[in-house]
T-cell receptor, first 114, second 111 residues
Framework: EAGVTQFPSHSVIEKGQTVTLRCDPI?????LYWYRRVMGKEIKFLLHFVKESKQDESGMPNNRFLAERTGGTYSTLKVQPAELEDSGVYFC????????????FGQGTRLTVV | RKEVEQDPGPFNVPEGATVAFNCTYS??????FFWYRQDCRKEPKLLMS???SGNEDGRFTAQLNRASQYISLLIRDSKLSDSATYLCVVTRSGNTGKLIFGQGTTLQVKP
């Protein structure tokens, strides 16, 4: 069975540009989470989808970040315009219902804003 | 203050050694507790859940002390392949599945 896949694995963009990260969860997993690790800091929660609905977006840093999950399958996280402090590793994780079950992580997208 | 605190290390130990990691959490309403393992430039993977009664999985033993808000992980007979970053993770009450991570403790097992 395919795991959680993220694309791209690496992205280097200039400040002010737009970047879109994609996450394909494990098939049948209603729960999809985005997390981010900024260098030197802990992994931090960004938001949680249940199917196509945003359950919790309390971790989104600001309105330059937009997450979508159309149709309740894959998700995208767009950063527009990107700032230097957005650099880090963005992880996606998915889990089947109920939410107590183990979350499986993708390998992450390493974003560098220069 | 971080919600989950860990000593970042690194812990450098010889093969065969026993090593213990500790973690404290500040939110007394925290509900579930885990240790995740993260290899260099890889994704976090669940190592084990942690229960108040203590639980063991092979060479790994995890313990939770709710009164002291303290979680531990003991690794016996360390192997080279145990070298990784160990992440202490909690969830808050409400069962949303949202994970709160510590910064991680780095373990390097040397021959």
């Amino acid at each position: 069975e395919a795991g959680v896949t993220q694309f791209p694995s690496h992205s280097v963009i200039e400040k002010g540009q737009t970047v879109t990260l994609r996450c394909d969860p494990i098939s049948g997993h209603d729960n999809l989470y985005w997390y981010r690790r900024v260098m030197g800091k802990e992994i931090k929660f960004l938001l949680h989808f249940v199917k196509e609905s945003k359950q919790d977006e309390s971790g989104m840093p600001n309105n330059r970040f937009l997450a979508e999950r159309t149709g309740g399958t894959y998700s995208t996280l767009k950063v527009q315009p990107a700032e230097l402090e957005d650099s880090g590793v963005y992880f996606c994780a998915s889990s089947p219902p109920p939410t107590r079950t183990e979350a499986f992580f993708g390998q992450g997208t390493r974003l560098t804003v220069v | 203050r971080k919600e989950v605190e860990q000593d970042p290390g690194p812990f450098n130990v010889p093969e065969g050694a026993t090593v213990a990691f500790n973690c404290t959490y500040s939110n007394s309403a925290s509900q579930s507790f885990f240790w995740y393992r993260q290899d260099c430039r890889k994704e976090p993977k669940l190592l084990m859940s942690v229960y108040s009664s203590g639980n063991e999985d092979g060479r790994f033993t995890a313990q939770l002390n709710r009164a002291s808000q303290y979680i531990s992980l003991l690794i016996r007979d360390s192997k080279l392949s145990d070298s990784a970053t160990y992440l202490c993770v909690v969830t808050r009450s409400g069962n949303t599945g949202k994970l709160i991570f510590g910064q991680g403790t780095t373990l390097q097992v040397k021959p």
